[in-house]
Every structure is written in structure tokens, then in C-alpha cells.
């Protein structure tokens, strides 16, 4: 799924740069250190799995609850996206943090205090008698993660040996983020309808506690690593982008020349330029603006944040089409999603070999192609047409267009950096990832209310989600443009030119 599928998805693109293979900003291919004997590498693939699964499936299980959640805690139509956004915004905004906690301070001390605070999250979200302490735990939760999803990828890098051993458990890895995103929309759709949403976020409880046991008796502390946390970047860009996400989705409601917006907006600006200057002035930056000096990855990253803005709107409307258009319940809305997962993961895992056939580029075009049909056959969706036509054969065009897409931006978001920074592009890959899921959605919360003030009810519905996927299709488009013109026209004496003026 948008951020749930994209966060899992099984980066197997072509080696034609000598890139690694990266997931949630962290080198899994190049730069491990051959594996100690002495630790139980079956335990601690199984507590990376599990981690990683209750992680994805809590992405997943609140979109089928997402309605029931509007009812019993009162979010306004619009607030109701900072569900989503509250867990993206801090998990992407301290993703590269996280990750350098676990070499400064430990990646064992950093698994546990991941585990804590997202199963502590997770008891507070279930328990939450309001939208506000709701969204504040949400947040909490996604720093949970921002902490405890690469420290755990970095000791999938140090436990197995590049080769065979690391390709089959990434394969472990990669196929139980999709397998877990598709029973999290089913199992948070079932709870909801025939228990709580809430029993969705109690289950973690006794599945974190669990986690955090095995830690400690299975996985060894890695030695520390001097260096230090760039706090002012990853503070700055995070309160940065809650502004601009809070502006857009403030803009729905009130209008764009409402004072709020416009402040919010104004400091959403000022807080991202004071991130880019001190970027620039850091010792040990948080994302190396060196990164962008390359066309391709800033391609890359761009295509990405508009690829997951619409995808992560597919998920998130389609949840409201299929419960307050059609008339779904959240156990069934739960199942009619299976035909956009059920082919995701293995059109991913499929990627090597078609790229080996065809190449990178002309299969990443083909995933934007079929997205872009996906999604404008699904803007003409309506309460009357029947489900298979009108929603499951485009959910089945965007489930291949992720298979086919997410890996091959992720290749292109890592290609051609030095081997210092390989550890940063990947990173940035998921900034992006995490970017587009929260400001995306914003953004087409704000074009769903244009033209609907005259419209209630049932029909108010239909026109949001109508306009929120005509916008999505428009942002898979700008999408294909900026591949077609940073990655498929892509010289690859530009991509030397960059190589050099890195090594001087």
C-alpha cells in the first residue's frame, strides 16, 4: 500500500551502479561485516520480521477503521487525515535520527527503546477519550518506529553475510511487509466491525512485550560509534512539514486567505529554509545536501513524494468510498482491498528479473503507465456501479503499478553516490516515502472540498472522493514527467560529472 507496502517493499532493482539494495534508509547490501558465530541469526531474523510486521500492520489496520474512528472520537472530515499523518510526519522526520542513535548508542539498547515507546504508544492510542490525545500519541508512536525500523534493518546488514544468505532473508523480509499490509487493512476492518478499532492497537501490547524479551536474551549489543545527532535539522524539518501538512489540510476547512493558513504556511517556509542552512553549516548533517547533486536522485526523490501522495490518498479515500458511498462495513471494506495488495508482492519480487530483461527505466515508465490508468479508472467509481468493475480491476492496475514502481525509484534514489553517503541516499529514499504520505494526502484533502460546499451527506462524499482521485491520477502524471526527465533522459555524463565534483 502507499506507505505501508512502499516502507516493506522488496528493493531488488538493477545493479547497474553498484547501488545497495535499501530499505527505510539503511545499506543492507554493501557494507556488512561478516556475521559473529555465536549468535542465534534464526531468533534474531524473527524478531526483525516480527517488529517490522507489527509495525506495517499498525500503518495498515487503522485505514479500515479509519471511519469508526471519525464517529466515536469526532475528527472533522478533513482532521481526519492527521491519523495518517501525525505516525508519517514524525516517523520520516526522525527516520535518519533513529538510525544514527543505533550506531552512537547501541542497536540492541535502541530495539528495546523503540519497542517501548511504540507498544506504550499503542496502549495510549487504544485508550485515547479524544482526536487530540489520539493524534499526540500517534505522533509518539511514529518516533516508535522512526527508532526501531532501521536499527532493526542494521542488524539484518550485520547478522547475515552479503551473498545468499542476506538476498533470502531480505526476501523473508520484503514478502512480510506485503503479506502484513494486506492482513492489516482484513484483520483492522473485522475488528472495527465486530469488536473496536481500538483491540487494533491492543494487540501490539502483548506482542511488543514479547519483543522486548527476546531482545534482550537473543540479540547482542553492537559496539558504539562516536558521532553526533544533528537534533536542530531533524526538529526543524519535521516541525517543518507538520506546518505545511497543517496548512493544506487548515486550507479545507477555512480557506486559503484565513489567517491561521496563511501563518502556517509562512512557517512552514521559514522553518524549512532555517533545515536547508543549517544543513548546509553542519558538521554531521542529518541529509547531506550533496545528495541532490545528482539529477537522477533528485528526480527520484520527487517522483516519489508524488507517487506515495497518491497512493497513500487511494488507500485513504477508498476507505471512505467503500463505508459511506457504497455502504461497506469495515470487515468487508477490509476485504475488497485484497485485489491492490494481493499482486504487489510479487510483481516486487519479480523486478530483478524483468529489469534484467528489459531494464530499469523502461519498467519503472510501464509502473507510472499502469498507476496512472489504475487511478483514473478509479475516479470514475460511483455508489451505483458494481464493485469488481469499478474498484477491484483499477485496484488490481495499482497494485502491479507498486510492484512494478517503488523498487526501480528506489534504485534510481541511491544510484551513483560514494560509499559514504550510500547510507544517507537510502535514507533520504524513505524521507521522501514518508513525505509524500503525509503532505500528499494534505494536499489532496484540500483539492477534495474545492466546489463542495453545496453538496451533504452521501453525495458530499462521493464529490471529495471523486476530486481527491482525479488530483491523485493528476500527481501520478507530474510523476511520469519527472522520470521521463531526470531518470529515462537521464546522460550518464551528468551522473559523472556529479561522481567528480564529489571526489574533489
Not at 520480521?49 to 475528527?75: A, E, N
Amino acid at each position: 500500500m502507499g506507505s505501508a507496502h512502499g516502507i516493506g517493499e522488496a528493493v531488488f532493482g538493477a545493479r547497474r551502479y553498484a547501488e545497495p539494495d535499501s530499505l527505510l534508509g539503511v545499506n543492507i547490501m554493501n557494507t556488512a561485516a561478516p556475521p559473529a558465530p555465536a549468535v542465534d541469526r534464526t531468533a534474531i531474523l524473527a524478531i526483525i520480521l516480527v517488529s517490522y510486521v507489527m509495525i506495517v500492520l499498525d500503518i495498515s489496520v487503522v485505514l479500515t477503521g479509519l471511519p469508526r474512528i471519525h464517529q466515536d472520537l469526532g475528527f472533522s472530515d478533513s482532521t481526519l487525515a492527521w491519523v495518517q499523518s501525525a505516525y508519517t510526519l514524525t516517523f520520516g522526520g526522525f527516520l535518519l535520527l533513529g538510525a544514527r542513535a543505533g550506531d552512537i548508542l547501541g542497536r540492541r539498547r535502541m530495539v528495546i527503546a523503540g519497542l517501548a515507546v511504540f507498544t506504550v504508544a499503542s496502549l495510549a492510542i487504544g485508550a485515547s477519550p479524544s482526536a487530540g490525545w489520539m493524534l499526540a500519541w500517534r505522533a509518539v508512536q511514529g518516533i516508535g518506529s522512526a527508532i526501531l525500523a532501521p536499527t532493526t534493518l542494521a542488524l539484518l546488514q550485520t547478522t547475515f553475510a552479503e551473498g545468499d544468505e542476506r538476498t533470502k532473508a531480505v526476501s523473508w523480509y520484503s514478502a512480510a511487509a506485503g503479506i502484513s499490509a494486506t492482513v492489516g487493512l482484513v484483520v483492522g476492518g473485522i475488528l472495527a466491525d465486530w469488536v473496536s478499532w481500538r483491540m487494533g492497537f491492543y494487540i501490539n501490547l502483548p506482542v511488543g512485550f514479547g519483543l522486548i524479551v527476546a531482545a534482550r536474551a537473543h540479540i547482542p549489543e553492537t559496539v558504539r560509534r562516536p558521532g553526533r545527532f544533528d537534533l536542530p535539522g531533524a526538529l526543524a524539518s519535521t516541525a517543518g512539514m507538520s506546518a505545511l501538512v497543517y496548512g493544506f489540510i487548515r486550507s479545507a476547512q477555512s480557506g486559503w486567505s484565513n489567517p491561521v493558513t496563511v501563518a502556517t504556511l509562512a512557517a512552514a517556509v521559514l522553518l524549512l529554509a532555517f533545515f536547508i542552512a543549517h544543513e548546509r553549516r553542519a558538521s554531521q548533517p542529518i541529509l547531506p545536501l550533496t545528495l541532490f547533486a545528482s539529477r537522477e536522485r533528485s528526480g527520484a526523490y520527487a517522483a516519489r513524494v508524488l507517487y506515495l501522495g497518491a497512493m497513500v490518498g487511494f488507500f485513504f479515500f477508498t476507505t471512505l468510498h467503500l463505508q459511506e458511498v457504497v455502504g461497506y462495513g469495515p470487515a468487508m471494506a477490509g476485504l475488497a482491498f485484497v485485489p491492490a495488495t494481493i499482486l504487489h508482492v510479487p510483481f516486487a519480487i519479480a523486478v530483478p528479473r524483468l529489469v534484467r530483461r528489459f531494464g530499469r527505466k523502461p519498467l519503472l515508465v510501464v509502473g507510472l503507465l499502469v498507476g496512472i490508468a489504475g487511478m483514473a479508472w478509479l475516479s470514475r467509481a460511483s455508489a451505483d456501479a458494481g464493485y469488481v468493475v469499478s474498484v477491484a480491476l483499477p485496484m488490481l492496475l495499482i497494485g502491479i503499478s507498486q510492484g512494478l514502481t517503488l523498487s526501480p525509484l528506489t534504485s534510481s534514489g541511491v544510484a551513483g553516490v560514494v560509499p559514504e553517503d550510500a547510507g544517507a541516499a537510502s535514507g533520504a529514499v524513505n524521507v521522501a516515502h514518508q513525505l509524500g504520505s503525509s503532505v500528499g494526502l494534505g494536499v489532496l484533502i484540500a483539492v477534495a472540498t474545492i466546489g463542495s460546499s453545496s453538496r451533504a451527506g452521501r453525495d458530499l462524499t462521493a464529490y471529495r472522493v471523486a476530486m481527491a482521485f482525479n488530483a491523485a491520477t493528476i500527481m501520478l502524471v507530474l510523476a511520469l514527467i519527472v522520470v521521463l526527465a531526470t531518470i529515462v533522459l537521464h546522460r550518464k555524463s551528468d551522473e559523472a560529472s556529479a561522481c567528480a565534483a564529489k571526489a574533489a
